[in-house]
């Protein structure tokens, strides 16, 4: 399904870094470069984090449910 203009990722375009050389000395401690491989959370991950949301919020109601039923100790 087409999205609407109105909606947005805030997704932009950034120019290309420049290409630095370093000088033979750095070389040894050069590190790879980094590339973005996707902007979005995987399906197993938005699984997990729902599921964790699911069980937490059972855990929140079963407490306010019970919660006033125990016996303070007194």
Do not use: N, Y
């Not at 401690?29 to 491989?37: F, G, K, N």
């Not at 902007?39 to 059972?58: D, E, H, M, N, Y």
């Amino acid at each position: 399904m087409a999205r609407s203009q109105a909606q947005s990722d805030f997704v932009f375009a950034a120019p290309a870094p420049e290409v630095i050389e370093l000088p033979e000395v750095a070389r040894a401690i050069e590190l790879p470069r980094a590339e973005v491989r996707t902007v979005f959370a995987s399906a197993r991950a938005t699984k997990w984090v729902l599921t964790f949301v699911w069980i937490v919020l059972g855990v929140l109601t079963l407490l306010c449910a019970i919660g006033p039923h125990i016996p303070a100790g007194e």
